[in-house]
């Protein structure tokens, strides 16, 4: 399994603004991930964000909106750049790793809640 | 592309009673998860399916693959309040990126 943290937990931030969401695995993972979910919605995967390279983006999303880093194995952050309020939502990281069935699961951290005024 | 469904998208049911939610989707998978969430709060593994006619049990639900009819169902038995929240399917595509359900909103009255 694996233990995922996130932060901030939940940020109010004016328009034009930009945040940067940090995710923090206590094991290495190959594999990250980066999810959006708008108000009363399901989750949709924004990028995958890949360890010594560029992340790779799902359709409707890009680098200059959602820069990624993943500078090592356990760490990686999410940007939200020039906020408008149709970006409030919460943003998820999840990971790859081992389960207790000795296969591969996902596991989700506890989101980081975004509101823009 | 693939796409996944789930219905019903609103359950609202009595206590005691049984039901199941369905979770179809497009193109073949060899993963699928079932998610819970509760208002305000991150998912909650509930069960992986990993292959064609696995069936697991945890307390009052029940979650199997058909993987030929690309058919997931979550079971609910003899529902209790504390079950009520978002039940979510996803299922796992190239990459091992997850494509998610629309998720289903059940309310369990007393």
């Known amino acids: 399994s694996a233990v995922i943290s996130q932060k901030p937990s939940r940020d109010i931030c004016q328009r034009g603004t930009s945040l940067t969401i940090q995710c923090q695995v206590d094991s290495q993972v190959t594999m990250m991930f980066w999810y959006r979910q708008q108000p009363g919605q399901s989750l949709t995967l924004i990028a995958t964000a890949n360890q010594g390279s560029e992340a790779t983006y799902e359709s409707g999303f890009v680098i200059d909106k959602f820069p990624i880093s993943r500078p090592n194995l356990t760490f990686s952050t999410l940007t939200v750049s020039n906020m408008s309020p149709e970006d409030s939502s919460i943003y998820l990281c999840s990971v790859e790793a081992e389960g207790s069935t000795n296969r591969y699961e996902q596991y989700f951290g506890p989101g980081t809640r975004l509101t823009v005024t | 592309e693939l796409k996944v469904e789930q219905n019903p998208l609103f359950l609202s049911m009595q206590e005691g009673k049984n039901y199941t939610i369905y979770c179809n989707y497009s193109?073949?998978?060899?993963?699928l998860y079932w998610y819970r969430q509760d208002p305000g709060k991150s998912l909650e593994s509930l069960f992986v399916l990993l292959s064609n006619g696995a069936v697991k049990q945890e307390g009052r639900l029940m979650a199997s693959l058909d993987t030929k009819a690309r058919l997931s169902t979550l079971h609910i038995t003899a529902a209790v309040h504390d079950l009520s929240a978002t039940y979510f399917c996803?299922?796992?595509?190239?990459?091992?990126?997850?494509?998610f359900g629309e998720g289903t909103q059940l309310t369990v009255n007393p």
């Open positions: 996803a299922v796992d595509g190239a990459g091992s990126r997850l494509t």
């Open positions: 193109t073949t998978s060899d993963r």
